[in-house]
Nanobody, 129 residues
Framework: QVHLVESGGGLVQAGGSLRLSCAASGRTFSNYVMGWFRQAPGKEREFVAAITWSGSTIYAGSVKGRFTISRDNAQNTVSLQMNSLKPEDTAVYYC???????????????????????WGQGTQVTVSS
């Protein structure tokens, strides 16, 4: 099993920055695709960013150029640096792990939340105008 715990959420003004962290357990962490998702009230959970064990990344178009996902495999942590925040970024942000997205060094990075197997409890990000 993989246990994920997010931290770093908070309240910021538009244009500000936050850095979210996800602490993960599990010896096979480096073989998982790690993702960040978010869910605003009344909306579906949506893809934000993901990163493979080797460091390849993808981003949702709405956050590309503003958010940066990174991982430290040695410390089993994943981070999401969020810059130039907008009120529409307000949501609960979740760290997630996809355990079957990779075969060897070949990875399929998925944007569908239903493909991810493990989830943290979430951390609230609120961006005021």
């Amino acid at each position: 099993q993989v246990h994920l715990v997010e931290s770093g959420g908070g309240l910021v003004q538009a244009g500000g920055s936050l850095r979210l962290s996800c602490a993960a357990s599990g010896r096979t962490f480096s073989n998982y695709v790690m993702g960040w998702f978010r869910q605003a009230p009344g909306k579906e959970r949506e893809f934000v960013a993901a990163i493979t064990w080797s460091g390849s990344t993808i981003y949702a178009g709405s956050v590309k150029g503003r958010f940066t996902i990174s991982r430290d495999n040695a410390q089993n942590t994943v981070s999401l640096q969020m810059n130039s925040l907008k009120p529409e970024d307000t949501a609960v942000y979740y760290c997630a792990a996809d355990s079957d997205g990779c075969i060897g060094v070949s990875c399929v990075v998925r944007r569908n939340s239903r493909e991810y197997d493990y989830w943290g409890q979430g951390t609230q990000v609120t961006v005021s105008s």
